[in-house]
Nanobody, 122 residues
Framework: QVKLVESGGGSVQAGGSLRLSCAASGYPYSMGWFRQAPGSEREGVAAIDSGGSTNYADSVKGRFTISKDNAKNTLYLQMNSLKPEDTAMYYC???????????????????WGQGTQVTVSS
């Protein structure tokens, strides 16, 4: 059983930055961030695995950076140059599969956090 606790969401103006954190209990092979806007399906944002591989959605490449502090067992998502379309509930996820597989449609993720809201105003 892996428990995930997110923090760091909030409201920011377009062009601003936020950093999300996810403290994990247990040691899953991969961790990642997903988001869900009202009326939309949940989508993968960024993922990282214990092999050091990362995976990013095209919409966030060059703006978001995922990292993990193994000593603290905490996952981070640094979000820069935020846009109104980044507004969503952001969820931390943990899974036993490689990061490159986590965004496959229909994949059932092993563990989810409770979510943290990110709101970007124009």
């Amino acid at each position: 059983q892996v428990k995930l606790v997110e923090s760091g969401g909030g409201s920011v103006q377009a062009g601003g930055s936020l950093r999300l954190s996810c403290a994990a209990s247990g040691y899953p092979y991969s961790m990642g961030w997903f988001r869900q806007a009202p009326g939309s399906e949940r989508e993968g944002v960024a993922a990282i695995d214990s092999g050091g591989s990362t995976n990013y959605a095209d919409s966030v490449k060059g703006r978001f950076t995922i990292s993990k502090d193994n000593a603290k067992n905490t996952l981070y998502l640094q979000m820069n140059s935020l846009k109104p379309e980044d507004t969503a509930m952001y969820y931390c996820a943990a899974d036993g599969r490689p990061a490159r597989l986590l965004f496959r449609p229909g994949l059932i993720i092993d563990y989810w956090g409770q979510g943290t809201q990110v709101t970007v105003s124009s």
